[in-house]
């Protein structure tokens, strides 16, 4: 059994993927500036360029480690979007289904949706509410997506 409180921190971890996913990225370009940054320098100093310097190589290699994370990070990301994707289908009303998507999947605030769908928050944060409690007596319903939110592997 699933509870309306883990489908909605099933739902909500896409945020932080996707917060974790953005600031990977970052760092890698980071450290790819600062390798050639290194690699400049050492250019320009007489008998320089010659070698990987030390300062090169560490930047490098932290470079391909986040690249590493990365990679790592969007596919769990991706894995995890398809799953809510796949969760959010199983609504049968259209409108809450458009407001979870919203929310999940395109990462919109609540303000944003009242305001797309001509709705107060409050009412927003009704619908959402009501939506939880019935996507997880549906989900409760078949036991292989009970598993793949709960990361549970026979």
Request: proline share 2%; hydrophobic share 40%.
């Amino acid at each position: 059994m699933i509870t309306a409180a883990e489908l909605k921190k099933y739902l909500s971890q896409l945020f932080y993927l996707s917060l974790r996913l953005n600031s990977e990225a970052e760092a890698v370009a980071q450290y790819r500036a600062r390798a050639m940054k290194t690699t400049t320098t050492w250019q320009d100093t007489p008998n320089g360029g010659r070698a990987v310097s030390s300062p090169q190589a560490v930047w490098l290699e932290r470079a391909i480690i986040a690249q590493d994370r990365l990679k790592h990070t969007a596919a769990e990301l991706l894995q995890r979007e398809q799953t809510a994707a796949e969760l959010l289908q199983l609504l049968e009303e259209e409108r809450a289904r458009a407001i979870l998507e919203d929310y999940h999947l395109h990462r919109i605030s609540v303000q944003a949706i009242a305001a797309k769908y001509h709705y107060s928050e409050r009412q927003i944060i009704r619908i959402k509410k009501k939506a939880y409690f019935k996507l997880t007596d549906e989900i409760n319903k078949r036991p292989e997506l009970i598993e793949k939110i709960q990361g549970v592997k026979k």
